[in-house]
């Protein structure tokens, strides 16, 4: 068990919870172990690993589970996700419930299903994966601005706040590469790639995604004003429609590079802002415990 306490009101309510679940399944020895700010979650990992446990369960927002997914990747070892984070967006695209007891219930006696990871790169980062979606611009600020006092009341919704602030943030010229296609150049708002593609809401940004294709996809928002927003959210939500401030792209291997430094986030984790972000696909290459259909 890897578990981020600062996302339990009650770690010790949390900690009966799921130990009276793994009892009841008749669970043999169980470790528990608790990220802190100096570490989200790596040290736990590598130590499940040399211990070649059967599941590791990790509760917390998408960057702890990111975190721990990063590690685990590669290894065969099953990794069950509790949300108990803001955005939840693993868990929400695997079909895990947000209900603490339901989620347990659903992975301690799911079934295991491999995913896709990915890779990613770029200036003032190093080698990493993600799991569920890398951005910049736009994307990045979002979820920089959206204050923490006001995500523990309201959850998701401070998004919302957020994206309204945002929504005249600064266009950034991008070139992408996708494969070995020839580069293509684009005035942006924000770009995102994304492993998953179903957002907060069930808001399809990248609605062909899905956590096991292969491949990766890549969306482009670039409205020129605010007025353009409106048919932008249409063209989201309504895959039909056809919107020219709005493209998708797909493919094993996406670098985006901008004309200056932009804000960027992996798996609604803030890192160090840049100019470029290359992500390939690692198809197959994580174990998750996902419920049972």
Known sequence: MIV?????????????????????????????????????????????????????????GDGTVRVVCAELAGTGIAVAVLPAGTGNLLARN???????????????????????????S???????????MA????DAAI????????????????????TVKNLNHPVVRVELTVDDRPPIRRRARTVVIGNVGTLQANIPLLPDATADDGVIDLVVLA??????????VLGLVIKPWRERHLE??????????TDRVARRQLDGDMIDPGRTLTAEVDPSSLVVRVPTT
Not at 122 to 132: A, E, H, S, T
Not at 223 to 232: N, V
Request: hydrophobic fraction near 45%.
């Open 135 to 138: 951005g910049l611009g736009l």
């Open 143 to 162: 979820i920089d601005d959206a204050p923490d006092d006001l995500k523990k009341r309201v959850g998701w919704a401070a998004y919302v706040w957020s």
């Open 4 to 60: 981020n306490p600062i996302k339990q009101a009650d770690v010790e309510q949390f900690r009966r919870t799921v130990g009276d679940a793994l009892t009841a399944r008749g669970a043999g020895a169980v470790s528990w172990f608790e990220t802190t700010a100096e570490d989200a979650g790596v040290t736990m990992a590598q130590e499940a690993i040399a211990a070649g446990v059967d599941l590791v369960v990790v509760a917390g």
């Open 223 to 232: 409205p020129r004003r605010i007025s353009h927003w409106p048919r932008l």
């Open 122 to 132: 770029g200036d003032n980062l190093p080698d990493d994966r993600f799991v569920v």
């Open 248 to 257: 998708r792209f797909t493919g094993h291997r996406i670098q985006v590079t």
């Open 94 to 120: 695997l079909g895990i419930s947000l209900d603490l007891d339901t989620a347990l219930a659903e992975v301690l006696d799911g079934t295991d299903r491999r995913i896709d990871s990915v890779r990613i």
